[in-house]
């Protein structure tokens, strides 16, 4: 079955500087892959959707990468603000005939970005 | 503004009582789910709802669970005898505009079972 690695529980980055989440997974590539923002107490937030035949997307300072070779996506939210310091969680699709939401989400990584 | 409001925002309850946390969307929609998250775990699927029946739903989703869209805005989750380890944020979610799959949460449930 289909699982997700989030590397680092946690990030710890000076303000300014570029945070690079890591979501690995073991299986099939899925059709996309999502990342969310989780506050504590809070629910998810999504932030960005990419798509198999994409290699790149961005939104603002925030760009995500999707290497269906190394099964492997990479976050990157650059000029960090301590605003930006949250859990962020990494999402797939369960499997093909699955519904659209019934995603798979990593353990998240939690960033703290130092004033 | 969140995109579905959810209620209760916590609620404490005992061992084998039944507990029904409930979900109003915003906007109309036909898509909606419930995810859960044991504190310091990872959010987990529930269920799926398409035009008011189950589309899909997980091995975590047992008899103990239903889901109800009573008067067709109000989306329910029922769990009938909860146990302790069904203490957990429960989210309800909305399908995105786009149809590509992205969620839009709630801000969630927060369920303690004594």
């Known amino acids: 079955s289909q699982k997700i690695e989030q590397n680092s529980e946690a990030l710890n980055i000076q303000e300014g500087k570029t945070a690079t989440l890591t979501c690995n997974y073991t299986n099939y590539s899925p059709a996309y892959l999502q990342w969310y923002r989780q506050d504590p107490g809070r629910g998810p937030v999504f932030l960005l959707l990419?798509?198999?035949?994409?290699k790149e997307k961005r939104k603002e300072r925030l760009k995500v990468t999707f290497d269906t070779t190394l099964k492997q996506s990479l976050f990157h939210i650059t000029a960090s603000q301590p605003a930006d310091s949250a859990t962020y969680l990494c999402a797939l699709p369960r499997g093909y005939g699955g519904s659209q939401g019934n995603l798979i989400f990593g353990k998240g990584t939690k960033l703290s970005v130092k004033p | 503004e969140p995109e579905v409001t959810q209620t209760p925002s916590h609620q404490v309850t005992q061992m084998g009582q039944e507990v029904i946390l409930r979900c109003v969307p915003i906007?109309?929609?036909?898509?909606f789910y419930w995810y859960r998250q044991i504190l310091g775990q990872k959010v987990e699927f529930l269920v799926s709802?398409?035009?008011?029946?189950?589309?899909?739903k997980s091995e975590i989703f047992d008899d103990q669970f239903s889901v109800e869209r009573p008067d067709g805005s109000n989306f329910t989750l029922k769990i009938r005898s909860t146990k302790l380890e069904d203490s957990a944020m429960y989210f309800c979610a909305r399908q995105g505009l786009a149809g590509a799959g992205e969620l839009f949460f709630g801000e969630g449930s927060r369920l303690t079972v004594l």
């Open positions: 709802f398409y035009n008011n029946e189950i589309s899909e």
């Open positions: 906007s109309n929609h036909l898509y």
């Open positions: 990419i798509r198999e035949n994409e």
